[in-house]
Nanobody, 124 residues
Framework: QVQLVESGGGLVQAGNSLRLSCAAS????????MAWFRRAPGKEREFVAGIGRSGLSTDYADSGKGRFTISRDNPKNTLNLQMNSLEPEDTAVYYC?????????????????WGQGTQVTVSS
């Protein structure tokens, strides 16, 4: 049982950077795998990046192209996504997600808890 709240979205020009944060409450944060998803206008929601409960294991979608970095701060119950070299194609609502940790399971599916999302708009 966790509640998730995203922040850090906004309007930026192409080539600039943005850092998203997700604050978790209501559960033991260190027992959950975490992930970022996004939904662009007219498209389905897609996986962006995932991270294991300890922060040692990560997974990234090809769309990040090495530009994104996912991290977590367990003592602060916080998940982050550093996005560099942003492109107009990155424009979307970004969602934070959580699932009970399961070693060996793909980070790309199985999330039961979701935030309400934060808007990221990249203009050229």
């Amino acid at each position: 049982q966790v509640q998730l709240v995203e922040s850090g979205g906004g309007l930026v020009q192409a080539g600039n950077s943005l850092r998203l944060s997700c604050a978790a409450s209501g559960g033991t944060f260190s027992t959950y795998d975490m992930a970022w998803f996004r939904r662009a206008p007219g498209k389905e929601r897609e996986f962006v990046a995932g991270i294991g409960r300890s922060g040692l294991s990560t997974d990234y979608a090809d769309s990040g192209k090495g530009r994104f970095t996912i991290s977590r701060d367990n003592p602060k119950n916080t998940l982050n996504l550093q996005m560099n070299s942003l492109e107009p194609e990155d424009t979307a609502v970004y969602y934070c997600a959580a699932r009970p940790s399961y070693s060996g399971r793909s980070f790309r599916t199985g999330y039961a808890y979701w935030g309400q999302g934060t808007q990221v708009t990249v203009s050229s």
